[in-house]
């Protein structure tokens, strides 16, 4: 991203206006997809599995995020042959943590609004 704003503020004659808007919004539209398919294919299934087994808690949520980020993130990697990049692989899992961290405090808020 911060490549991406400085191309925009460079004059350097080859690099147009909206090459260095496009490389700063490449890792919103390649990691937004892979959140949300996350979210919905795993993260509804661990929802209702932790649920039916009783261990519903903050802590089994994110630890949950974070398998499943690290999970989904090695696989999109094995897939486009990128090899194992550990960095990537911990980037998955923190997104995976933030996303069940706050899945778990809506729900907690919904609950306590019933």
């Known amino acids: 991203m911060p490549l991406g704003i400085a191309l925009y503020f ?3 004659p080859p690099v147009h206006w909206w090459s ?3 490389v700063a919004s490449l890792p919103f539209l390649i990691s937004f997809p892979l959140v949300v ?8 299934p661990a929802d209702i599995l932790l649920r039916r087994c009783g261990l519903e808690s903050s802590v089994a949520y994110v630890l949950t995020g974070v398998i499943a980020g690290v999970a989904l993130t090695s696989a999109v990697l094995f897939v486009i042959a990128a090899g194992p990049w550990v960095w990537m ?3 998955g899992g ?3 943590a933030m996303t069940a961290w706050a899945w778990s405090r809506s729900i907690k808020e ?3 609004a019933k």
């Open 10 to 12: 460079d004059d350097v």
């Open 20 to 22: 260095g808007l496009y």
């Open 37 to 44: 398919a996350g979210a919905m294919l795993i993260g509804l």
């Open 89 to 91: 692989c911990s980037l």
């Open 94 to 96: 923190f997104s995976g």
């Open 110 to 112: 919904s609950r306590r």
